[in-house]
């Protein structure tokens, strides 16, 4: 380069050469397009129901939500225990009856039998439920429902109407985390004890 003028003049053609443009969409190779149009978001099969961390939820929507896990959050994912009732989805049977509501699907920890009919549970967030003559539990918000409960497991088999139904019938708002389909509620325990099959339950 002849030397600091040689390096000089050579800075001086390479501070003068224009910078490469961004290549745009359609100078992209083809495969590159394909794989970047797969790479979107797309709307879901459900009507718009999604798991809390799919892609598809809106920025802003998923940083609230994670907020409002994180109030929530102790050694469990919001409660330490899932409570659901036959009533439930005995009515959810009969809102779809060619679906598979078999309580396999939710895997709750507590399943609760009554004369009740309905979407029970709705009305149970921050009241009290006795189990036997032992445990007491605090309900603390309904549960929201997402795709996992419509996976094929075991013998049951892949069934999307069973969010579809409750979507359609059972969107409940929960404060701090927006409205969603939800069935059963979230409880914590407030009294220790023990609990077996047929023991009776008090809501309070």
Not at 139 to 161: E, F, G, K, N
Request: glycine share 12%; hydrophobic share 35%.
């Amino acid at each position: 380069m002849g030397g600091p003028a040689g390096l000089l003049r050579a800075l001086r053609r390479r501070a003068g050469r224009r910078r490469p443009r961004a290549a745009r969409r359609d100078h992209l190779p083809g495969r590159f397009r394909a794989a970047q149009r797969r790479s979107r978001p797309r709307r879901g099969p459900l009507g718009g129901v999604r798991p809390s961390g799919a892609p598809g939820l809106h920025p802003a929507r998923r940083q609230q939500l994670r907020g409002a896990l994180a109030r929530h959050r102790r050694s469990f994912d919001l409660a330490v225990l899932h409570v659901l009732t036959d009533a439930t989805l005995d009515h959810l049977r009969e809102l779809a009856p060619d679906a598979t509501f078999d309580v396999r699907r939710y895997r709750p920890n507590v399943v609760l039998d009554g004369d009740d009919s309905g979407f029970t549970e709705n009305g149970w967030p921050g009241r009290g439920i006795t189990l036997g003559d032992g445990p007491e539990l605090k309900v603390s918000i309904t549960v929201m429902r997402c795709v996992m409960t419509t996976l094929a497991q075991s013998d049951l088999p892949a069934d999307v109407d069973t969010l579809r139904t409750i979507a359609k019938h059972n969107r409940l708002e929960i404060p701090g985390m927006g409205v969603w389909a939800c069935a059963g509620v979230y409880a914590d325990v407030t009294a220790g004890g023990s609990v077996s099959v047929g023991d009776a339950y008090v809501v309070s």
